[in-house]
């Protein structure tokens, strides 16, 4: 498809463990944002890449989260020592630049159990 | 980026015209306005946006005041498929970096 996709659409995962959440922008979109929307909130911003770098990390809430997008394509985001706090739909946007319309995906339903 | 006000939520009969505020006493005049809606279960889709002039396009109209203070979002007949939380960003041009708050939830009724 032409959209965003993300991977996998749920995860269920025990308390401490390492996740990964993948994201697959639209073809040719240089901007990539990562946000996390916990019920009955709007989404949060996490952490935006321009190309392969992060351009903005300010919205990442502890060091246990971190994110690439190595090639400046597909990104991961990966969650160290998960808690039952970090439990929420995480979703993706990608823009063909800066100050361009964002296209998200479906997100990614996280569950610390 | 401006903060935004909207009311949490607001009814509106199918096919007739949905007016949604947005107050951002707070924006500057390199901010733009951008609206988002966002489904039940989906990721948010953009709608439009603008900086000092009107904007319509397939979706919707939006009305922003002459001292940009406020704004209204327009879909010019509500249909079911329309009811969503609607969001109002204030966005600077430094950035795209979307600061979402709370929304308003429209229900279109039948």
């Known amino acids: 498809g032409a959209g965003v996709s993300q991977t996998p659409s749920n995860k269920v995962t025990e308390k401490g463990k390492y996740v990964e959440l993948r994201c697959d922008p639209i073809s040719g979109h240089t901007a990539l944002y990562w946000y996390r929307q916990s019920l009955g909130q709007g989404p949060e911003f996490l952490i935006y890449f321009q190309g392969t770098g992060a351009a903005d990390d300010s919205g990442l809430p502890n060091d246990r989260f971190f994110a690439v997008r190595p090639e400046g394509s597909v990104s991961t985001l990966k969650i160290q020592r998960t808690e039952r706090g970090d439990s929420a739909v995480y979703l993706c946007?990608?823009?063909?630049?800066?100050?361009?319309?964002?296209?998200f995906g479906q997100g990614t339903r996280l569950t610390v159990v | 980026d401006a903060k935004t006000t909207q009311p949490p939520s607001m009814d509106c009969a199918e096919g007739r015209a949905a007016n949604l505020p947005c107050n951002h006493s707070?924006?500057?005049?390199?901010?733009?306005v951008y609206w988002y809606r966002q489904i039940h279960s989906q990721g948010p889709q953009y709608i439009i946006h603008?900086?000092?002039n009107n904007e319509t396009n397939e979706m919707a109209s939006l009305i922003i005041t002459e001292d940009r203070k406020s704004s209204t979002l327009i879909l010019p007949h509500a249909t079911l498929r329309d009811t969503a939380v609607y969001y109002c960003?204030?966005?600077?041009?430094?950035?795209?970096?979307?600061?979402f708050g709370a929304g308003t939830i429209l229900r279109v009724k039948s």
């Open positions: 960003i204030g966005n600077g041009r430094d950035g795209n970096k979307l600061v």
């Open positions: 946007a990608s823009s063909l630049m800066v100050n361009t319309e964002a296209f």
């Open positions: 707070t924006i500057s005049g390199n901010e733009y």
């Open positions: 603008g900086l000092k």
